[in-house]
């Protein structure tokens, strides 16, 4: 880690389980959640924490290929192996699930899961206009009732209010980390980008995690342009979730000199553009902002083309990498028009990568990664 900030975050991130241990052992409850249509506001809003439980390790996935088909996405069979072992120390922390019905592997998944722990699912309509928004408010609403009873609590609108406008600062903040890397060249790597927003998500005390991203983006605002990084190719990463543990494509990336300026998948920048209104009904708000969010398993998903093109021009890219993790259809399917798309609209070059987040085909994708490279100098 090379700027002071992101060792101070390193240094308060590395406590996260034991501030969540320590938080749950002070009777605060714990929600694990799957997905970003899953909305963190309202748990706030019951006075729970909320941490994301999506699967980035490789260590967990034998165990789950005892029960799940091998061939399945490697992100639901790292999830549900750390079920199966009991290795996950947030998913142990976690009092209730929440989950959506994204994709089949993951909903048919989310039924093993069920009798592990209570879980209510959310049934994510998967199409976005006004009826839909109507129908996922209505979830919404079934999921504060949820909360209500399972933690014995009483959830006021004044509650959510004051959760979107905490996580609408929380995300705020993280965008203006990010948008960092709209300078030519980047201050931070892709690897830091990555990092830095997968630890401060697991962060039970968000007003530290806005701290720590302002105090974050002012040092990185005010760093001097590094000579080095001026000629490497400017990256954007599109496609499923990345994280600590299900980075490999990162790396690979820019261990062969490139600069991975923007994840825009749903563990990264994705994120910073849930800002709620805060003069609505706010569980209308909370509906149509969550429901507008690009991701594969939307038919159709036109938003994903906007904001490729959006991200593209802003942070000034070379290139638009399309990562797809092995068994995971709605993204591979998806990539044939992305591939179009940035090709004929964008006038990009573009890589479509297929892999799984074992390390058996790095040689592979290293000289593919870097033939990429090469056509883009
Ligand atoms: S890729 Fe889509 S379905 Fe998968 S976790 Fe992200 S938003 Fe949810
Ligand atoms: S990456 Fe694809 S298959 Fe895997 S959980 Fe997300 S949408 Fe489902």
Redo the contacts with the bound molecule.
Sequence with gaps: MTFATLQRIKDVTDRNVLNLQEAKAAGKHVVGE????SPMELAIAAGAIPVSL?GTKNDSIPAAEEILPRTLCPLIKSSFGFALQDSCPYLSAADVIVADT??DGKKKMFELLAQKKPLFLLQLPQIQNTDAVTYWREQYAKLWQFYEQQFNTRITEDDLRNAIHLMNRFRSALKRVFDTSCSKPAPLTGMEIMECGFRLSFMSDKEHAIQLLNDLATELEAAPASQEKKRAPRILLTG??TGLGSHKVIELLEKSGASVVCIDN?TAYKKTTLIIDEHKDPLTALAERYLD?P???MSQNPHRYTVLQELAQRFSVDGIVDLTWQGCQTYEVESYSVKNFVRETLHLPFLHIVTDYSPADTEQLNVRIEAFLEMLA
């Design positions: 799957y997905c970003i249509y999506c994204t994709c499923v979730p749903c969010t991701c594969a398993v």
